[in-house]
């Protein structure tokens, strides 16, 4: 399977609601990123998080990472409409200049 | 807005033609980034400009051949193309190997592509 899988591919949530989104990567890594994407629009980065770091916030986004279980979530909390997109986990692979990107959950918050 | 542009938003072409997509960084950077994305599949790194070199060559097929003139610039001319090759091309921009916060990229919005 691949690098950086998300779980899971598609999620509908109300408004209001909490969304939580998964990712599991096979090899070690120096950091993990989380992305984000519009339908048809190039990907916006949220938050990087590195291999020493266990949780890290910015706003209403709150990950994690466990390099014991090779997995990290994204909560979003209190989602707004404007929260739909798409969202990816990336890896490096040690290099720093390569990332490996999963599949992405779609993320679906109906008003 | 992410400080990297891409032209043409969409562009539909046949077999035979031959165009470019441009991508242009206006953030200082130095790594440079062609992907392609297809429906259902993950974003699939094609190339990796670093300082004007060319640092990396996902085995992609010698229809796609990118060109870096300078650090801001980034091209992907295109000829002989196949249909499956339709899909979302995107640029992106990092500040290179010797940056402490390399690894995060900038998007471009993309170009559509069609391949009739």
């Known amino acids: 399977s691949q690098q950086g899988e998300e779980d899971p591919q598609a999620l509908s949530i109300q408004e209001g609601e909490n969304a939580t989104m998964n990712c599991s990567y096979k090899t070690s890594i120096n950091n993990l990123q989380w992305y984000r994407q519009n339908s048809g629009r190039g990907l916006v980065h949220l938050i990087l998080i590195r291999s020493n770091e266990r949780e890290k916030h910015s706003g209403r986004l709150r990950v994690t990472l466990d390099t014991s279980k090779k997995s990290s979530s994204l909560l979003i909390t209190a989602s707004r409409a404007a929260d739909t997109a798409s969202y990816f986990c990336a890896t490096d692979e040690g290099s720093g200049d390569k990332l490996t990107f999963g599949t992405g959950t779609r993320l679906a918050v109906r008003p | 807005e992410t400080g990297v542009t891409q032209t043409p938003r969409h562009l539909v072409m046949g077999m035979t033609n031959k165009k470019s997509l441009k991508c242009e960084q206006h953030?200082?950077?130095?790594?440079m980034y062609w992907y392609k994305q297809s429906a259902k599949k993950p974003l699939e790194l094609m190339f990796v400009?670093?300082?004007?070199?060319?640092?990396e060559n996902n085995s992609v097929p010698s229809r796609f051949s990118p060109e870096c003139p300078n650090s801001s610039h980034l091209f992907l001319h295109l000829h002989t193309l196949q249909p499956e090759d339709s899909a979302l091309y995107l640029c992106a921009s990092s500040q290179g190997w010797l940056a402490e916060l390399a690894d995060t990229q900038y998007f471009g919005p993309g170009t559509r592509l069609t391949v009739l």
């Open positions: 953030l200082g950077h130095n790594a």
């Open positions: 400009y670093n300082f004007k070199e060319q640092t």
